[in-house]
């Protein structure tokens, strides 16, 4: 609704069972409007080339990236995803040490997790400058690895009330570092924001992050939003 007509959905995923539930619920009473504009590719996220080709997406059509609790590296792809276009995201990650796990071509299987959710060789932790000059050379790739644990689980014996904060700090400073990445490699204006109606009591799944060329339509609306990333990087604890 208020979409208009010239929209499609393009969902990809690498199960096959997934992508049929949504066509049939799609077609039965999420959207019935919209059946015949959602498409569907079993593909691998890591795959931008073949999924963003003319074969797939229309190199006139204008796109929108839009990714929802892909786990781990998954959502470094999406956003991978979205600088082949040049084209806005939306990118709600989850399970950040998931993206510890280095992929090895042809050593897993696609319906393991932790497998697909890992790394490629040409994603890198940590993703910005910025962080790895907070860290520092020498320590910066350990410094990741217990970030990314500490956003998943917390940091040893500890309070409940201790053990979100600890989360919420160490996730907010993995996800800037995402964003710091899009502003320093791809000259994207970037956000990050919470989704509406999260309960922060709740294993912090509920970050935004947005982003968008620099100078297009999207990154005028982004920059109207309260959340800049360095209002993030003082309530992260990491002022440069």
């Known amino acids: ?43 691998d996220l890591a795959d931008a080339d073949t999924i963003i080709s003319g074969d797939i997406i229309s190199p006139d059509r204008d796109v929108i990236v839009v990714s929802l609790h892909a786990c781990g590296a998954a959502s470094d792809y999406a956003m991978n995803l979205a600088y082949k276009r040049d084209a ?3 990118i709600c990650p989850c399970c950040m040490a998931k993206s510890l796990t280095r992929r090895e071509e042809g050593s897993y299987s696609m319906n393991a997790s932790f497998k697909r959710s890992g790394a490629t060789n040409n994603i890198t932790y940590p993703r910005s400058r910025w962080l790895g000059d907070v860290m520092g050379l020498d320590d910066a790739k350990e410094g990741y690895e217990m970030l990314a644990k500490v956003a998943d689980v917390g940091l040893g014996p500890q309070t409940p009330s201790q053990q979100r904060d600890h989360q919420r700090r160490a996730k907010m400073i993995v996800e800037l570092d995402r964003l710091a990445s899009s502003s320093e490699n791809h000259e994207y204006e970037t956000r990050l924001l919470s989704i509406q109606h999260h309960d922060p ?29 360095r209002q993030g990087r003082e309530i992260a604890g990491m002022q440069q």
């Open 88 to 90: 806005p995201f939306a």
């Open 1 to 43: 609704e208020g979409l208009g007509d010239e929209f499609d959905v393009l969902a990809v995923d690498v199960n096959e069972i997934a992508l049929r539930r949504l066509a049939d619920r799609a077609q039965r009473g999420i959207a019935p409007s919209c059946h015949g504009r959602i498409r569907t590719v079993c593909a």
């Open 201 to 229: 009591h709740v294993y912090g799944k509920g970050d935004l992050l947005l982003g968008a060329k620099v100078g297009s339509i999207a990154a005028s609306v982004f920059r109207n939003l309260p959340t800049t990333l």
